[in-house]
């Protein structure tokens, strides 16, 4: 197997990432070859949602989605979301909020709300934890993620 | 007193670099040779180990303690910045570098603040003192005239800075235990939520896990674990993954079997795809007949945790017994990233990049491995994914220690997820015995237990699974022995005795998981206290109280508590149709010497699916003096969910050879929908000692759950996990026998609930969203 350039579109530039396996899921080429540590990896099955990021704005599990089918899709990453230096509304909100303890699977959290959010103007506490109900937390953060979730919204 | 020899400041600033960063500059390398040869004070007793100031005013906090996602760092700066009088964003903090922090032991066991702070706090205290003294002679002020403010010391129009008066030079000075402590009067910065520091890099992605950190060059490797626990390596087939681009080598010793990659991909794949045959090995026992196998381990020795009186006397006198076996199961920490470590092996001498919470003892655990000497390895921490005990970061830094070792270059070791789930260490499983005697009058005459655990020879370390597989020295015995704390109750009975059994054998490496033995051993005593109490025809409140005299804060915290969750008595919730309500009262004094909380838990229980919904916990906690109660309130709410989880669904599956609930799939936890609200009386008592609140509230959950899941249906759960199947199998079993399954006529509360008239001055702490405004 011969390394291959595959050309992704990141957090609104080009970036082209060489890799042996076309078949490799995004959250390596994300992490390894380009460097963007927000996502992380958590299970490598889909489960948890820690590697979770946006594909032409869909919440996406980068941890099971082959480089292969990206194709020209506009991925954008946690880091993606404050480009501008600035927070986003749902980032500042999970700081009011003081939403995490370890922080580990924070960057699931706000990209999945983020997407729940662009399409879910003002939703109630139910609709929060049911947007959110596959994405795993440890250390027992979720009502301040509801909590930073609801204020992101309003 | 202040001497003039200089710090080690450039080293510390080029090892600040290498802490924070991904991308490495070319400087890091000198720095580690500097650090090499370094020799910063590191003696617990020396006031130059915690703390530095440079020639520009800032301080350096040397903690070794670490930071695991609880906010410690922030509340550690707290006490500096308030006991030396400098602004928070003055201080850095480094922790958990085996050359540049004090061994101040683990961070577990809720005592970072408790010890570790307290530790810090007479550092800065005498820190503090020596300077004002000096401010006096370069003023040529008494310093009574002196005050502090943003590391200025002042009296009138004169003032000199810390900047002048340390900058740059060590202290030379020992820890003065008699260095005045600030008032807690005029505390501006200890008891005040201030916010996290490490949350905004959280949210935007540029903190950097020990998973994101990696060095140049540095190779990928990933461990073929065995088939099963106990099997021997036969042979391997490398041309099994020929042709996976860029494996670098399949390494060998004994059992322990890995592959190092140039990619991480290549890596992952070449250890799916390497073939090997090991030997069969079915050494676990049958996981049906889990509590008969304990129950028939062989014992190495009782430990008597207390004893008064003449408990089996009498019992067997008494008017009425009541007896009860609890049992809980085997539990994994299920972080939320698998384990992680970098290594690098260089001239004899091993770096080691660890996630883990004690990496004093890490050093020496990989020295041992390797055969070096402890000087030869630097164990420097970064937080990784949060663990809740020692789960498998240590094991993951042995790894990677071996690969490193091996192969000559850096190596990055990454745990999958059917690892971190199979491999970790687990919560060992518990059982207890419990007998109460109630004499005429329903007054308890006697109690006595008997516990099922592991012995805990092993003291403070797990042994490392490489060392072990690699057939190179490994530490012998298991741990820990410290989970027969809270085996003996906060109660004075007038005959007690609680003994724990220790076990010479455990299916799986046993392990510390947040409030280790303490939840298990509590759930016990409190779940079986309320069946005491029906039995006696008590308030569950009432109970505790007539048995709690001696203890102000114990009886008003549980006063606070009937307030806080309305407690209006037993089975004052309707039940209607299929879904039956109930409430459960629980109550814990940390290891009986510290951290006190009450709660009250509110269920649901469905009798047709058996599913249990925790709708509400209310919680009051007494930990002392709170340094930020944000960070307190976090903790105690990360308590009552994680354990609402590990007591609803948590169970460690296994066959004869392996354990077989390796991924989130059958090892569930609970989900957004299934979290509890949580009401929380936070008592701040700012001139007690300080306690710790990273365990103690997850102690109360199962027991509340159970008593609340009795006042719902009448029906006692005595095996953690509830799930729908015991919960059914319990109702079904309840009619079946012909008992009604409703709750006892109990008295109602029968005491005076005023608490206007506490004997210790207490104030709630400020409702953090009010803070915030």
Redesign the interface.
């Known amino acids: ?1 011969a ?1 291959k350039s595959i050309p992704l579109h990141v957090n609104g530039k080009i970036a082209h990432v060489s ?3 076309p078949d ?2 995004l959250l ?1 080429a994300l ?2 070859n380009l ?11 889909g ?2 949602g ?1 590697c979770t990021v946006h594909i032409d704005g869909n919440a996406v599990r980068s941890c099971v989605m082959p480089l292969s089918s990206v194709g020209k899709k506009k991925i954008v ?3 993606g ?2 480009l501008s230096g600035k ?1 986003a509304p749902i ?1 500042e909100a ?3 909020e ?10 699931g959290m ?1 990209m999945q709300a983020a997407a729940f959010l662009a399409h879910n103007k003002n939703p109630n506490e ?1 609709q ?3 947007a ?15 909590r930073a979730v609801k204020r992101a919204a309003t | 007193m202040l001497s003039g020899k200089p710090t080690r400041r450039e080293f510390l600033q080029g090892t600040g670099i290498l802490i924070v960063s991904f991308s490495l500059p070319s400087a890091f390398k000198s720095a580690l040779a500097q650090a090499a040869n370094s020799s910063k004070i590191v003696a617990l007793d020396e006031v130059d180990a915690y703390l530095a100031v440079d020639a520009t005013g800032r301080v350096t906090l040397y903690s070794g303690k670490v930071e695991l996602g609880t906010g410690v760092s922030t509340a550690l700066k707290q006490i500096v910045a308030e006991e030396l009088d400098v602004p928070i964003t003055a201080i850095k903090l480094i922790e958990g570098d085996t050359l540049l922090t004090p061994a101040q032991g683990k961070t577990w066991g809720s005592l970072t603040i408790q010890n570790g702070g307290v530790q810090i706090r007479q550092a800065a205290a005498t820190a503090r003192q020596a300077l004002l003294q000096e401010a006096g002679k370069r003023l040529g002020l008494p310093v009574a005239d002196l005050a502090v403010e943003q590391g200025t010391v002042r009296s009138g129009a004169k003032q000199v800075t810390y900047a002048e008066l340390i900058g740059g030079k060590n202290f030379s000075l020992k820890l003065d235990k008699q260095a005045p402590l600030k008032d807690p009067a005029n505390y501006k910065i200890v008891g005040k939520p201030i916010l996290r520091e490490d949350i905004p890099p959280k949210v935007t992605g540029e903190f950097t896990y020990v998973q994101d950190f990696n060095l140049p060059g540095a190779l990928h490797g990933r461990i073929v674990r065995p088939p099963t626990i106990g099997a021997s390596l036969q042979s391997v087939d490398e041309n099994s993954i020929r042709g996976i681009p860029g494996v670098v080598k399949v390494v060998q010793q004994n059992n322990f079997l890995a592959v190092v990659a140039e990619s991480e991909w290549g890596a992952i794949q070449a250890a799916q795809k390497l073939k090997a045959n090991w030997s069969d090995w079915q050494g676990l026992p049958d996981q049906s007949k889990l509590w008969e196998y304990v129950r028939a381990t062989k014992i190495t020795k009782d430990d008597v945790t207390s004893n008064v009186g003449d408990a089996d006397k009498a019992l067997a006198q008494a008017s009425k017994k009541i007896d009860a076996t609890y049992d809980f199961a085997i539990h994994t920490h299920g972080s939320i990233g698998p384990s992680c470590a970098v290594a690098d092996f260089k001239d004899g001498k091993l770096t080691c990049w660890s996630a883990s919470q004690g990496p004093h003892d890490l050093r020496t655990q990989l020295a041992a491995m390797l055969s070096l000497k402890d000087t030869d390895v630097h164990v420097v921490y970064m937080e990784g994914a949060g663990c809740y005990g020692r789960n498998a970061h240590e094991d993951a830094a042995a790894d990677a220690a071996l690969l490193a070792h091996t192969m000559g270059r850096p190596v990055r070791v990454q745990w999958m997820r059917e690892e971190e789930h199979g491999w970790d260490p687990k919560g060992p499983p518990t059982l207890m015995d419990l007998h109460a005697g109630l004499d005429a009058n329903g007054q308890v005459v006697a109690w006595r237990s008997e516990l099922f655990v592991p012995d805990g020879t092993g003291g403070v370390v797990v042994k490392l699974l490489a060392a072990e597989a690699a057939g190179l020295p490994v530490d012998k015995g298991m741990s820990p022995g410290n989970i027969i704390n809270n085996s003996a109750i906060p109660y004075s009975f007038p005959n007690v005795k609680t003994v724990a059994h220790r076990l010479a054998e455990t299916p799986f490496r046993p392990s510390w998981i947040r409030a280790p033995g303490r939840m298990q051993n509590t759930f016990c005593n409190e779940a079986f206290l309320d069946e005491v109490a029906v039995a006696a025809g008590a308030d569950p409140f009432d109970f505790r109280l007539r048995y709690l005299s001696n203890d102000p804060r114990g009886t008003e915290l549980l006063k606070r508590l009937i307030q806080l969750a309305k407690w209006r008595g037993r089975n004052a919730t309707p039940t209607t149709g299929d879904v039956a309500r109930g409430r459960g009262v629980t109550y814990v004094k940390y290891e009986l010497a510290r951290t006190y909380v009450g709660a009250v838990a509110d269920v649901e229980v469905n009798r047709k699916s058996g599913e249990i919904r925790v709708r509400r916990f209310a919680v009051v906690q007494d930990c002392g003096q709170v340094i930020n109660p944000e960070g307190v309130r976090n903790q105690i709410e990360g308590n009552v969910v994680q354990t609402v989880s590990r007591t609803l669904k948590e169970e460690v599956t296994f066959d004869r050879s392996r354990v077989t609930s390796v991924n989130w799939a059958n090892y569930p936890i609970l989900t957004f929908p299934e979290v509890p609200e949580i009401d929380i009386d936070l008592i701040d008592r700012p001139t007690e000692k300080p306690w710790g609140v990273g365990e103690p509230a997850a102690a109360v959950v199962p027991s509340a759950i159970a008593n609340a899941v009795f006042d719902a249906t009448g029906v006692r759960l005595r095996s953690v996990p509830f799930t729908p199947a015991k919960v059914r199998a319990a109702l079904q079993s309840a009619s079946e026998a012909g008992h009604v399954v409703d709750v006892p006529q109990i008295a109602s509360l029968a005491f005076n609930q005023d608490i206007s008239q506490s004997p210790i001055p207490y104030s709630t702490v400020t409702d953090f969203a009010r803070f915030l405004g």
């Open positions: 197997m390394a890799v042996d396996d490799m899921p390596y992490r390894d460097g963007l540590r927000g996502p992380h990896f958590g299970c490598g099955l489960q948890c820690a990453t946690l880091e979301l404050s927070l980032q999970f700081v009011s003081q939403a995490a303890q370890c922080g580990y699977c924070i960057n706000i139910d929060i934890k049911q959110l109900a596959d994405n795993l937390c440890r250390c027992g953060t979720h009502l301040r993620i509801v």
